[in-house]
């Protein structure tokens, strides 16, 4: 029953997505300027560690990679280009307070910004907040992104975590901290995304509206094809029953083959969509 309601809902919050309407760049509701410097950058990269990286790629990613059929993601080895791109998102959308973390395990400093992070009350930031941290403490997702953990928003330290060489996960998950940032009840609307299987659902469809209007917008047609085809199975996995980010129920491995179909035939109907207008500017 419940893999019958996900498999007829996720068209309805998936495919209600228009390319059409104007992008709306972020104004966060409670920003303070961060003190970045040379020690404390808004962008940091791990250390690259190659037989770390290629156990973490090769081995543990493989779940993820086979479940969304895409081998980019969890790669833990992200192009210079790939990060300028979510770099400009970043700044476009004025999430100057927001950290950003490519394929980093720190956490020192994750535990100092959960601490300082003066947008979410303390019983959140020292229960669930904590928790999180507890949880990315010990299971690295420097090694283990893919099968526990992999690429997300952290609302408790208000930074985001990239382990995928994948433009459309980047800003996916910079629509997630943009979405956020605009909330006036931030610790509220943390404490629901923390909520497994239901409290991400909207979170989740907010944030990929938001990746597919920002390629709408800069026009890039390949990037919307690609949202199509990845975003479309990820969301169902989430309406089949995953927890948060930390792990995959058996129903999302079985919800994800209708979440393909349909993201695959969302994209080819985008990708015909234009081939047709490009004949007709032809004329």
């Given at each position: 029953?419940?893999?019958?309601?996900?498999?007829l809902?996720?068209?309805?919050?998936?495919?209600?997505y228009?390319?059409?309407?104007?992008?709306?760049?972020?104004?966060?509701?409670?920003?303070?300027?961060a003190?970045?410097?040379?020690?404390?950058?808004?962008?940091?990269?791990?250390?690259?560690?190659?037989?770390?990286?290629?156990?973490?790629?090769y081995?543990?990613?493989?779940?993820?990679?086979?479940?969304?059929w895409?081998?980019?993601?969890?790669?833990?080895?992200?192009t210079?280009?790939?990060?300028?791109?979510?770099?400009?998102?970043?700044?476009?959308?004025?999430?100057?307070?927001?950290k950003?973390?490519f394929?980093?395990?720190?956490?020192g400093?994750e535990?100092?910004?959960?601490?300082?992070?003066?947008?979410?009350?303390?019983a959140?930031?020292?229960?669930?907040?904590?928790?999180?941290?507890?949880?990315?403490?010990?299971?690295?997702?420097?090694?283990?992104a893919g099968?526990i953990?992999?690429?997300?928003?952290?609302?408790?330290?208000?930074?985001?975590h990239?382990?995928?060489?994948?433009?459309?996960?980047?800003?996916?998950?910079?629509?997630h901290?943009?979405?956020?940032?605009?909330?006036?009840?931030?610790?509220?609307?943390?404490a629901?995304?923390?909520?497994?299987?239901?409290?991400?659902?909207?979170?989740?469809?907010?944030a990929?509206d938001?990746a597919?209007?920002y390629f709408a917008?800069?026009?890039n047609d390949k990037?919307?094809?690609?949202?199509?085809?990845l975003?479309?199975?990820?969301?169902?996995?989430?309406l089949?029953?995953?927890f948060?980010?930390?792990?995959?129920?058996?129903?999302?491995?079985v919800?994800?083959?209708?979440g393909?179909t349909?993201?695959?035939?969302?994209?080819?109907?985008?990708r015909?969509?234009?081939?047709?207008?490009?004949?007709?500017?032809?004329?």
């Open positions: 029953m419940k893999l019958l309601f996900a498999i809902l996720f068209p309805c919050l998936i495919g209600c228009s390319l059409e309407k104007k992008y709306n760049y972020g104004e966060s509701f409670q920003s303070s300027p003190n970045w410097d040379e020690e404390n950058p808004q962008f940091e990269s791990g250390k690259p560690y190659e037989g770390l990286d290629d156990i973490g790629d081995i543990f990613s493989l779940p993820s990679k086979l479940i969304l895409n081998r980019d993601i969890s790669s833990h080895k992200i210079e280009e790939n990060k300028l791109i979510l770099k400009q998102y970043i700044l476009e959308n004025n999430l100057r307070a927001v950003v973390r394929n980093q395990y720190s956490p400093g535990l100092q910004r959960i601490v300082q992070n003066e947008k979410i009350h303390p959140a930031k020292y229960t669930v907040g904590l928790f999180s941290w507890l949880i990315y403490s010990i299971l690295p997702e420097r090694l283990f099968l953990g992999g690429d997300h928003y952290n609302p408790f330290s208000d930074t985001i990239i382990y995928s060489n994948n433009v459309v996960v980047m800003i996916h998950e910079g629509g901290a943009k979405d956020f940032s605009q909330r006036e009840a931030a610790t509220l609307y943390s629901i995304y923390s909520i497994p299987i239901i409290g991400t659902l909207y979170h989740e469809a907010v990929s938001d597919l209007s917008e800069k026009g990037e919307i094809e690609e949202s199509y085809k975003l479309i199975p990820a969301y169902s996995t989430y089949g029953g995953s948060g980010y930390i792990l995959q129920s058996p129903y999302s491995i919800a994800v083959i209708p393909h349909y993201g695959r035939y969302k994209a080819r109907k985008f015909n969509r234009e081939e047709d207008n490009n004949e007709r500017s032809k004329d």
